[in-house]
């Protein structure tokens, strides 16, 4: 079995801000704004680009489905 996280109905990847392959880590989350718990959801694009999201945001965004 095959586990993957997907989004939510809801969810506006036109919301998300990436940050560039070569800046600093953020302490905000992408989608939210909201402050960043130690280990956030990562997300990487193929070319290096990254977004973080807070817990709250993986709560109400995210889950798990099986593939």
């Known amino acids: ?21 070569d800046s600093p880590p953020t302490a905000i989350c992408s989608y939210c704004s909201g402050g960043l718990p130690p280990v956030p959801l990562m997300l990487f694009t193929d070319d290096g680009h990254c977004a973080q999201f807070c817990d709250n945001c993986v709560k109400t965004w995210w889950t798990v489905a099986e593939q």
Not at 3 to 18: A, E, I, Q, S, Y
């Open 1 to 21: 079995m095959t586990l993957m996280m997907k989004p939510r109905d809801g969810f506006d990847w036109k919301h998300v801000t990436w940050g560039k392959p």
